[in-house]
């Protein structure tokens, strides 16, 4: 009796769905814990449940597009702007930076990213790309087109696509002793890292911002535009600001909290 | 060796302490599962005893199509019933993605096929050895089938296990239309799948382990109701 009564309430739970906001949102984030730091502190403050999805950037802008969503959160600042400018979503807002990482067995010494790609491409690698239009993943086509290199030519051989996520990529890495591209807040709070090293840090092309938009209700009637807006507003402002730049491992800081007014 | 003791350490450690998030990912599992197995029973019982007692045109290819759905790949089901529940999809406005609904949807799109192909072939095996019984009793095919369904009942326990163990193992269809959402949506493949991707491989297999005990503890369950009630039916 219990369990059909509780199959009752869940079945009827999209009933209900307006006390809470959907967040289409990045595994890097997801995966770093952020949001176990982070959503605690709004729901207490303004009551309103957060669910997050975590996919890749390309698949979350998708699902946002699809109106399946009410908030996007990701790293893709060309695509952001692009969904903003169809319509899609309501003027998009710096949230937090930190910056990307070239993990690998050695550390390689270049001048710039694009310099270390060269490197990586000259000594075969291996290197492995997400292979998947996240986030990361862009980024990481613009540096090898920084290098003049088109690596997709060597599909397969020293250069491989996983087509997964940022963890499951980094496992692979692992298990293969090869080069890949990661966000520090992965990097730092991933468990299975093995012999792997940075190998390259450090350079303002390696910056990685995220940014928050709240879907639409003109293209999308069905969102909780209210509540999309209080989480746009609190991630912004001053408390979700705070809450981001105290979120710390070993005593380093995962992200940076740049939202201007 | 090292990551193996570590998972069983990791499992016991999460069982003993009634860890609460894992109680919830459990319960959510055993809910969404359970839920699909008795929805599929409900379509895939009928379905298997037409198909294996019944005579009518198209019985043969529907057959086809049954025991080749067997085969479908979780994640073009899931891909396939997101497009359907999405906000922009046909379904969108029941507002069923990313709930439990939408996942009990997918896995019983799984699981039917599988009780409703076995069903078939345990009642159209039977159907062969009563033949000369049912003829010198002229029973209409309805009753014939109920005949065959109740006789076959103990084999049928073999379908419904089968369908069970397809629904608790998939990974593929709940993480595209559940979303993966903690407390919401996240069962234990699901959960699984996220702590491989965050690298913390001890946990996800210790998550791993709880998943077969509880296949092994509902096998053994099951097939201990089955040999009583055979018990009890020989008498």
Sequence with gaps: ?261 | MQDFTTAFFAAFDLVLTLDPDLMQIVGLSLLVSGAAVALSCLIGFPLGAALGAGRFPGRLPLLVLVNAAMGLPPVVVGLTLYLLLSRAGPLGPLGLLYTPAAMILAQAVLVTPIVAALTAQIVADLSEEYRDLFATMGMSRTAQAATLMWDGRFALTTAVLAGAGRALAEVGAVIIVGGNIDHVTRVMTTAIALETSRGALELALGLGLILLALSLGINAALMGMRATARRLADG
Excluded at chain 1, 32 to 57: C, K, M, N, Q, W
Excluded at chain 1, 75 to 103: K, Q, S, T
Excluded at chain 1, 238 to 253: D, K, L, S
Aim: proline share 5%.
């Design chain 1, 1 to 261: 009796m219990i369990r059909l009564a509780s199959l009752f309430v869940l079945l009827t739970l999209p009933a209900v769905a307006q006390d809470h906001i959907l967040i289409q949102s990045t595994t890097s984030t997801q995966n770093s814990g952020l949001y176990d730091h982070l959503l605690p502190v709004f729901e207490a403050e303004t009551g309103i449940e957060t669910r997050v999805v975590a996919v890749g950037t390309g698949q979350a802008i998708r699902n946002a597009t699809n109106c399946d969503g009410d908030v996007l959160l990701v790293h893709a600042h060309a695509a952001e702007d692009a969904f903003v400018a169809a319509g899609y979503g309501l003027p998009r807002r710096d949230v937090m930076y930190n910056d990307f990482i070239l993990i690998g067995p050695d550390v390689i010494l270049a001048d710039s990213p694009a310099d270390a790609l060269t490197l990586l491409a000259r000594a075969q690698g291996p290197f492995l790309s997400r292979g998947d239009d996240s986030g990361t993943h862009r980024r990481e086509t613009e540096l090898w087109r920084a290098a003049g290199i088109d690596p997709t030519t060597s599909s397969g051989t020293w250069y491989r696509e996983t087509g997964s996520g940022m963890g499951a990529t980094l496992n692979i890495t692992a298990a293969m002793d090869a080069y890949t591209l990661t966000d520090r807040a992965t990097w730092l709070t991933f468990a299975n890292s093995a012999d792997l090293i940075i190998a390259y840090e450090g350079h303002a092309d390696l910056n990685n911002q995220y940014g928050v938009i709240a879907v639409s209700p003109d293209h999308c009637p069905s969102v909780n535009a209210t509540g999309a807006r209080i989480f746009v507003d609190w991630i912004t402002g001053p408390q979700g600001q705070a809450t981001i730049a105290a979120y710390r491992m070993n005593g380093a800081p995962l992200f940076t909290p740049n939202a201007t007014e």
